[in-house]
């Protein structure tokens, strides 16, 4: 399923890279040190700022939380459907962050459903 | 045609246009604004009181459990449905229910009970797969996807694309061509699981519409039991187009439906925002912008509840289906730019529903047909002769 996954670089999560995030609708995921994806999520026309109030707020729900990637879209909706599909078909469950969500909801990429399901 | 509501309609109309008042929009201001599902137990409590109004199920027929409502008051009652953020493509974020894939009530016994009795009781999803990346304008021709007999089987490869829900769907209606020389005649409707080996969901397909997206569909020699051919063999494009031209009533309702509340909008708006020390309704250039709305909303309207009308009388309504597609479509395009003019700079913003709608509009006059194929339609039914 290569193209449908967030391909971004990483960024430290600090201050100045919030600080340095656009305020435009899009995507993001947040991971600790070791890579391990603690939420996806996205900045959707509620947000005050944009990625960058979207991906703080996350951010600091979660004490690991070392680092992270975004991608700017209107389509920021599909697109986080997309990413929890792709993390559920990829780990067979959603990250902590989403988990909340329940499985049930999310759509299934590659095989079909119970195929995903019994990995 | 006489279109004076009876008491009952009245009464009907009342109190869905109270439920979408009272109920479906003020959650909306919580939601975001291209949401189109509500929080678990906002849909429960909703559900629950639509059970409680006897319309749960309004597209479900009568002996299948449904309220028994007649399209003409079904229109009508889309109308209202779809006067919300969310409205176009889910009016009421589906807590009506729905009548899951209406192909499914031409099944045999055994497929109805694998398929239709889960789906009404909620216990399956399904997906209707048609459209090919070679082409949904022309599906007799386009198909591509094949299904060849093995033993008892049929072995299905190719793809679909624009196929909506698949990716949540535990099967498929899905539409092969079983016989190369025969055209329309040589399509078969199948009933595919999402667990047979070989069935795939590619990717999602983004477009203008973030919600409600569709999916591009692999069917890589899925293995499909005889007993999986929906209707007969090689007539599966019959079943095709009777769904093609019933869907497109509601298809036009939906886009009344919010052009009339994208009416309302402007016109309140226009009567308390002030220019250079006068109200905009004042003003005839917005006079003007108001009336236009309101022709193509009446016309839209008139045109879609003649189709309703005439399908309830059971009188053949291919042309009027286009008519009012390809007209309701157009028009509520027109009708919510011209809001979105009105409102300013506000009007593109997402704090107003009407950018979503002017977005998922413009989807509408290529869903369901693109309104050339209406004209071809009509073109058809009016001067003779078919495609070349």
């Known amino acids: ?119 | 045609m006489d279109f004076e509501l009876s008491t009952e309609q009245k009464l009907i109309l009342e109190t869905v246009r109270r439920f979408v008042r009272e109920e479906i929009v003020p959650l909306e201001a919580d939601l975001d604004p291209d949401a189109s599902e509500l929080p678990p137990h906002h849909r429960e409590r909703l559900v629950a009181m639509t059970k409680e109004l006897g319309f749960y199920g309004l597209d479900i027929p009568a002996e299948y459990g449904g309220p028994g409502i007649d399209l003409t008051t079904r229109t009508l009652m889309a109308f209202e449905m779809a006067q919300h953020r969310a409205g176009l493509y889910a009016p009421c974020y589906g807590v009506f229910g729905g009548a899951g894939l209406a192909q499914l009530y031409e099944a045999d016994d055994d497929q109805k009970e694998r398929y239709l009795y889960p789906v009404l009781r909620g216990e399956k999803r399904g997906f209707f797969a048609l459209t090919e990346p070679s082409g949904g304008s022309d599906p007799a021709r386009a198909i591509r996807t094949t299904a060849v007999r093995d033993g008892d089987d049929w072995i299905l490869d190719g793809e679909k694309t624009f196929i909506s829900g698949a990716d949540k769907a535990d099967f498929g209606i899905v539409f092969a061509r079983t016989d190369p020389e025969l055209g329309r005649k040589g399509i078969t409707c199948f009933l595919v699981d999402t667990d047979m080996p070989g069935f795939r969901v590619r990717r999602i397909v983004h477009t203008l519409r973030s919600t409600h997206y569709a999916a591009e569909l692999e069917f890589n020699r899925v293995r499909v039991p005889g007993r999986n051919v929906l209707g007969e063999v090689n007539q599966g494009f019959a079943i095709a187009n009777d769904r093609l031209s019933r869907n497109r009533i509601p298809y036009a309702a939906g886009c009344v439906g919010v052009a009339l509340k994208a009416q309302e909008m402007a016109i309140a708006y226009a009567k308390t925002r002030k220019t250079f020390g006068d109200y905009l309704s004042t003003r005839q250039a917005v006079q003007w912008m108001i009336v236009d709305n309101e022709i193509d909303l009446r016309t839209a309207r008139a045109l879609t509840l003649e189709a309703a009308a005439r399908a309830d009388a059971g009188k053949p309504f291919r042309t009027e289906a286009a008519i009012c597609k390809l007209v309701a479509s157009e028009g509520a395009s027109r009708v919510v730019d011209r809001a979105m003019q009105i409102h300013g700079g506000y009007g593109m913003t997402k704090d107003l529903p009407l950018e979503r709608w002017f977005r998922e509009l413009r989807i509408r006059r290529v869903g369901e047909g693109p309104n050339e194929i209406q004209r071809l339609i009509v073109a058809r039914d009016v001067i003779g002769g078919s495609f070349h």
Do not use: C
């Open chain 1, 1 to 119: 399923m290569t193209g449908v996954r967030l391909a971004k670089h990483w960024l430290n999560l600090d201050e100045a890279a919030i600080a340095a995030l656009p305020g435009q609708l899009g995507v993001y995921e947040i991971a600790d040190a070791n890579g391990g994806t603690l939420e996806l999520g996205f900045a959707g026309g509620r947000s005050r700022f944009g990625l960058r109030s979207a991906i703080a707020e996350a951010a600091a729900k979660h004490e690991a939380a070392a680092r992270f990637r975004y991608e700017v879209t209107m389509q920021y909706w599909s697109r986080f459907e997309e990413l929890l599909a792709v993390y559920l078909a990829d780990h067979g469950e959603l990250p902590p962050g989403n988990a909340d969500r329940g499985e049930q909801r999310v759509g299934r990429l590659g095989a079909g459903r119970i195929a995903v399901q019994g990995r």
